[in-house]
């Protein structure tokens, strides 16, 4: 598993070097758009129904006011509409600066 050598905040995009070298750059209305948490996602019960998460949105403007890294995996990035509960695991990054930019 790679993992981020170096984090920052440039503009409006979270610019990742990786332990391999490579770099991504993710707009942070992406990153904000795929959070991973259930408060986004929802969550399913044993029987599949879903519960909670969010509609799609428009995240132009949001910001990352501040990021985390939590453990040896994932980085946990607080947005400016408050939104703070995803955990980015670093392979799900990875894959995020891989897809083409929208």
Do not use: C
């Amino acid at each position: 598993m790679n993992t981020p050598a170096d984090l920052q905040i440039i503009g409006h995009e979270v610019a990742i070097r990786w332990d391999d070298g490579k770099e991504s750059y993710i707009p942070v209305a992406t990153l904000r758009a795929a959070s991973p948490s259930a408060e986004v996602r929802g969550e399913r019960d044993i029987f599949g129904t879903k519960y909670g998460g969010e509609p799609p949105k428009n995240f132009a403007g949001v910001e990352v006011r501040s990021w985390e890294r939590v453990g040896s995996y994932a980085i946990r990035f607080v947005f400016s509409d408050g939104h703070g509960s995803g955990l980015y695991p670093f392979d799900y990054l990875r894959r995020l600066g891989e897809m083409p930019a929208p």
